[in-house]
């Protein structure tokens, strides 16, 4: 049984629902109490989304509805509410979609430097895996779409679709600004007093990536590198401002060539240890459990890195080890699919990449969060599966044979390994 999955484009109406990791808000305290929303990624298990994705009083404003228990406090039900405004589609990519008072040539804020610096990297990470997907294509071009929000932020969203080389290539980057309830920022804070601070704004920024090659010998990759900022409520001058980034890249082959996946751990491995000789064996095993897949017992492919709500380093620090991740993404993954690309493989080859990619739906529709949110609150349906294959396999009960190349690959899945 062969299932298509096919998208026009990615523009347009729900662009947040496919960048998958963008964080909303999550605020931590020191009681450990969390609220946490993201409109493409719920990044706290305890935080499930409520039903609806309604429109605010405000034609051009959206409001995501929520609903949590506070931890520690299992008799308290919080309902969490944020606005973000509608997207209005582009005919040119602005210069930023940073608000004036964040453009670092207007502001002389380190806050606002780093949400200026954040963009030009996320663009700039855009721009070179686009380039250099191209170079490999030979010929096919992304297809682009532009959208912007009248208050501020906005997107770049480039999909290629039945290249040469790849089924689907999906690479885009957003930049949002919202306002959460003051409910979420007074449990996030833990505070009992009987103040009542008003909206908390927010911004949050991100590339993602899902790369889809048609040779079954060269890999998938998935990558995402984002920012998320609070700013104090207006009435509660002095409140601290919250911040961390979050982000990975993982590697999803159907065969394993150990020289191809030591390529790819290595370079995520020296990424790590420019910044932080334990930053590496600890975004491996975060990314492993991650991309696990509970019903199958398996994870979705051999891992790579994989980290969120980090904030327990020097911002500067964390900003550019995110920046070295994001341009690790070329040098760990293209040099795999040009050796790959031009592959003679078999039909029983392409059955086997079809059941894996089988499994990366699974993990998508079943258990990511950004993908399970969109579908819940009404998302644009060709924005949130822009992550699918654009087809995949199911057969009953298959099993390969104990010592084949597709036993080991699914006894590495099974069993985690470490490649370096």
Sequence with gaps: MVFKFRSKSVDEDDFLSYNKNISIFNIKSNSDQMASHSSTLLSSPIFAPFSSHRLHPSPNVSTLRFSRLIRNKPNLALRCSVSIEKEVPE????????????????????????????????????????????????GPKFKEDVWSRPGGGGGISRVLQDGNVFEKAGVNVSVVYGVMPPEAYRAAKGSSSDQKPGPVPFFAAGVSSVLHPKNPFAPTLHFNYRYFETDAPKDVPGAPRQWWFGGGTDFTPAYIFDEDVKHFHSIQKQACDKFDPSFYPRFKKWCDDYFYIKHRDERRGLGGIFFDDLNDYDQEMLLSFSTECANSVVPAYIPIVEKRKDTEFTEQHKAWQQLRRGRYVEFNLVYDRGTTFGLKTGGRIESILVSLPLSARWEYDHKPEEGTEEWKLLDACINPKEWI
């Design 91 to 138: 005919t040119e990519r602005p210069f930023t979609f940073l608000r004036d008072s964040d453009d670092a040539t207007q502001s002389s804020s380190p806050t606002s430097s780093v949400r200026a610096r954040f963009e030009t990297m996320i663009r700039a990470a855009q721009d070179s895996v686009c380039e250099a997907i191209e170079a490999v294509e030979g």
